[in-house]
Each structure stands twice: as C-alpha cells, then as structure tokens.
C-alpha cells in the first residue's frame, strides 16, 4: 500500500530555534516529493524535488531528498512566530495520483 | 498564485439534498482534482480529471460524481448529502501529471 509517514506529529519551538520535519515514503511510480504549508486555508506550494541529493533552498526553508532511503527533510531556520502551519508532505505517482502525509503541525512561540 | 477559484466557500445544507461546488481555473491546466480534508486523514483524494470529459475515481469516490465539460471548471456533486461528507473541500490544478500540484482556497461544507 502506498504511503507518506511524517514526524513529528506536532512540534513547538521558540522563535529563533531550527527546526527539521521529516517525510519517510513507500510509493511505487514516484514522480515528485512535494512540501506545502498550510494555515488555516489552503495548502501553498514550497518545494517539488525530484532528484537526490539535490538541495532546493528559499529563504529561511530548505529540503532534501533521498530517493535510496526514501525520505525527505523540511529545514526551517530562524524560526519566526509566521512560520507556525501545518505542513504538508506529497509525493506524486504516475496514474494521477498524490499521497499526502497527515501532516506536522509547527507552532512557533514568541 | 495560481487562478484557481472555488464556490461557494461556505455552505451549510441538510442530509438528503444535492449539493454542487465548483472549481474554477484560468492556469488551462490539464490536470484537475477534488480532495477532501478531515482531523486525522489529512487529503484524500474524491475524483480527478485528467481532459475534459475524462474524469476518474479517486479513494473516497463514494457518494461524488463529477464533471468536466471545459478545461477550466471541474464540478463536484453530492448527490444526496450525508453528515459524513462534512468536510473542507479542496479543488488543485496540476499541468504535469504526478508534478507539483495547486490549490483553491477551499469549500467549508456543513451537512447538517
């Protein structure tokens, strides 16, 4: 059965504090790992990673993939109390499809 | 932002009525698809359309038709509305099958 895992379930920090959120995957046809964060409406898109090793960086947020050991890391450094969402993990398949992590929720404390 | 727009955004009706929200998009992205989101399932997928008129099930597809009569508007139908389809709906565009995807704003719908 295809699916996306992500840990920590929840996470509270204080501003300032780094902080890595993690996608393990079991899905057959991978075609993209994608990260989203949602607060309160709709998921916005962050990163699509398609192959390993390779960093995508915006800001303050960064991820990585590993296609081997199937899983992703979300960094987030410097965080500020605008950072606390839910984020989401996707991995999207051929056949039209994405599996979505339930999500970590990340508040951010002043 | 993508130009995607659903309506309505809020809509309370009552067990055993139709309902039909909408997905508007102005991306002319191939790929189209309805989600729903609950506490402790995160995003399943109801339906999804990869042309117009070329529609397929999704896991939750029970209880849900669709249509797409033009690339831009993807509609989602319950036929006869049940307290367990209470849910925030979620529309998203994608151009290339299995990239990254987008999402509208959401539909808040209370079957009551």
């Known amino acids: 059965e295809d699916k996306v895992v992500q840990s920590p379930l929840s996470l509270v920090v204080h501003e300032g504090d780094t902080v890595t959120l993690n996608c393990s995957y079991e899905?057959?046809?991978?075609?993209?790992l994608l990260w989203y964060k949602q607060e309160k409406k709709a998921p916005t898109f962050l990163f699509m990673l398609t192959s390993s090793g390779i960093e995508k960086k915006s800001g303050r947020l960064s991820s990585i993939l590993d296609k081997k050991e199937l899983f992703s890391i979300l960094n987030i450094t410097a965080t500020q109390t605008g950072d606390s969402a839910v984020y989401l993990c996707?991995?999207?398949?051929?056949?039209?499809?994405?599996?979505f992590g339930t999500g970590t929720s990340l508040t951010v404390i002043p | 932002d993508a130009g995607i727009t659903q309506s309505p955004r809020h809509k309370v009706t009552e067990t055993g009525t139709p309902v039909t929200l909408r997905c508007h998009q102005t991306e002319n992205h191939r790929y189209m698809y309805w989600y729903r989101q609950d506490p402790g399932h995160g995003l399943r997928l109801i339906h999804y359309?990869?042309?117009?008129?070329?529609?397929d099930k999704g896991e939750v597809s029970d209880g849900y038709s669709v249509s797409r009569s033009k690339t831009e508007d993807f509609l989602l139908t319950l036929e006869s509305a049940t307290s367990s389809q209470t849910s925030v709906y979620f529309c998203?565009?994608?151009?290339?099958?299995?990239?990254?995807?987008?999402f509208g704003q959401g539909t808040r719908l209370t079957v009551v």
């Open positions: 998203a565009i994608s151009d290339r099958q299995g990239y990254e995807a987008f």
């Open positions: 996707a991995v999207g398949a051929t056949g039209n499809q994405f599996y």
């Open positions: 899905v057959t046809n991978f075609r993209s």
């Open positions: 359309s990869y042309g117009v008129k070329d529609t």
